[in-house]
């Protein structure tokens, strides 16, 4: 069997939990106003998963939606990738409680841990499995379940985040086919590790009294220096992606990014070249869910139908690490 030339989207899926936490909850929480978030993020509310809900629990759901649009079932997958830097466990990994709760077959299932970029690493490599024939369906999902390790007094970081999942299904183009990804492309810098982090409760400073008392277990922020990265890495990562397709801004349809703050998309728009009007935007009502971003967007576009066959369509993303990454379809 010869391996296909190129991979595609089978079919798109999320799940985002019911409770709504909106900026005027927050002033009763935190020093901060509806008027300061909008203004310096886009945010008006994000979702928050309730009590005894995982990210296991949220991932399964947004996977079975994913399987369900591409007529698929769990038994049809050979290799489930999970973006998460917030799965149920230490260990064992989420993936396995997804293919458990899922009931999959015994095949390749493991976690990826690149922050917002989570979603975005998963499809690169999905994409190589399926380009090579070593797989021939692979679940890709990416969830978060970060209001549980916000502090939830510091008014920096926990207006920003959300809770939630999106997954999508990967498989090969056949013959007459119009949608294909046409490229991703990942990048990693490790020297702004520690501008985004959380830095206690792994192997450097395990969990203890004391960093449980300097409050070291939630996500910690230099917030001006990942406004930077973002907005000059999001838009090279567009920029390469285009080049390498060979194709400009004017033709991009749809840039399906991720959803952090509007601030960082207006500066992506400006260095890429795509207007804003092209730019799909739910932040104002999710928030940031970090790897669950893109998918969940791209899912909410589709069945939305504003993306059609033929169409071309530019996903991008960055979280701690410094992890960052584009991807480009031809949708269909
Ligand atoms: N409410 C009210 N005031 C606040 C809040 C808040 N929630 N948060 C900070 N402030 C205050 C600060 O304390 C500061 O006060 P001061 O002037 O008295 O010291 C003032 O607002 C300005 O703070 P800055 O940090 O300069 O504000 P900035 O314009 O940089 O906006 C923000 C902060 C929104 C965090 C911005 O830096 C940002 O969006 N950075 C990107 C971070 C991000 O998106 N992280 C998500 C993960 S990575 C990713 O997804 C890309």
Redo the contacts with the bound molecule.
């Keep these: 069997m010869t391996a296909p030339r190129r991979s595609r989207l089978l079919g798109t899926g999320h799940y985002l939990p019911a409770r709504v936490l909106s900026n005027s909850d927050l002033e009763r929480m935190?020093?901060?106003?509806d008027a300061?978030?909008v203004e310096?993020?886009g945010i008006r509310e994000r979702r928050i998963a309730a009590e005894g809900e995982c990210s296991s629990d949220m991932a399964a759901e947004a996977a079975r939606r994913a399987l369900e649009s591409a007529g698929l079932k769990p038994a049809d997958i050979d290799l489930l990738l999970v973006g998460t830097i917030s799965a149920d466990h230490p260990m064992p990994s989420c993936a396995a409680l997804v293919q458990k709760k899922l009931g999959m077959r015994n095949v390749l299932c493991v976690d990826l841990s690149a922050?917002?970029a989570g979603w975005l690493y998963g499809l690169e490599i999905a994409d190589q499995y399926v380009r090579t024939g070593k797989a021939r369906r692979v679940l890709v999902v990416g969830v978060e379940l970060l209001s549980r390790v916000l502090d939830w007094t510091d008014?920096?970081t926990c207006?920003?985040?959300g809770d939630g999942a999106g997954a999508a299904v990967l498989g090969p183009q056949e013959e007459g086919e119009t949608g294909a990804l046409l490229g991703t492309h990942c990048f990693l810098d490790g020297g702004l590790a520690g501008a985004?982090c959380i830095p206690a409760g792994g192997s450097a400073r395990p969990a203890s009294h004391a960093t449980v008392d300097a409050r070291e277990h939630y996500v910690k922020?230099q917030?001006?220096e990942?406004?930077k990265s973002?907005v000059k890495n999001l838009a090279s990562s567009c920029k390469v992606a285009l080049e390498e397709a060979k194709l400009t801004a004017a033709e991009v349809d749809w840039v399906v990014p991720?959803q952090?703050?509007l601030?960082?998309l207006q500066g992506v728009s400006d260095r890429v070249g795509v207007p804003m009007a092209r730019f799909y935007i739910n932040l104002d009502r999710v928030g940031?869910t970090?790897s669950a971003s893109v998918p969940i967007a791209l899912d909410e576009a589709s069945r939305a139908g504003l993306l059609k066959p033929g169409q071309v369509v530019l996903c991008c993303a960055?979280?701690?690490g410094i992890a960052w990454g584009s991807a480009l379809f031809r949708w269909g």
Excluded: E, K, Y
Excluded at 30 to 33: F, L, N, R
């Design positions: 935190v020093d901060t106003s300061w978030i310096r993020t922050a917002c008014r920096v207006v920003l985040f985004l922020m917030g001006q990942i406004f973002a991720h952090a703050n601030r960082i940031n970090s960055l979280g701690a």
